[in-house]
């Protein structure tokens, strides 16, 4: 099983850009589709993307669709979530998870959770 952790966080200003990592260890990085939530304070958790195994399919919630893009570096057990156009709503923590099966959308269906990082836009 592998274990997540975010990386990238920050502080940046309305239209701003920010690139958040997720570095895997332990075992077959490259068998497990990755998700991108968020959770902002006193909201559910958040579908964001999901990138699968292979990184030839994502997918984006709609809130974030054609500012945010997620990729993946299977040598690296690494992915990038870039975050481009940064609005104040996008203010959360960020957290990355693996799914082996299951609906790519559904927080459920995510067996390993990284600990989050706090991305916050300054308006």
């Known amino acids: 099983q592998v274990q997540l952790a975010e990386s990238g966080g920050g502080l940046v200003q309305t239209g701003g850009s920010l690139r958040v990592s997720c570095i895997a260890s332990?075992?077959?990085?490259?068998?497990?589709?990755i998700g991108w939530f968020r959770q902002a304070p006193g909201k559910e958790r958040e579908f964001v993307s999901s990138?699968?195994?292979?990184?030839?399919?994502?997918f984006y919630s709609p809130s974030v669709k054609g500012r945010f893009t997620t990729s993946r570096d299977n040598t690296k057990r690494t992915v990038f979530l870039q975050m481009n156009n940064l609005k104040p709503e996008d203010t959360a923590v960020y957290y990355c998870?693996?799914?082996?099966?299951?609906?790519?959308?559904?927080?459920?269906?995510?067996?390993?959770w990284g600990q989050g990082t706090q991305v916050t836009v300054s308006s």
């Open positions: 990138i699968s195994r292979t990184g030839n399919s994502t």
């Open positions: 998870a693996a799914r082996y099966n299951g609906i790519w959308y559904d927080p459920t269906a995510y067996s390993v």
């Open positions: 332990g075992r077959a990085f490259s068998s497990y589709n």
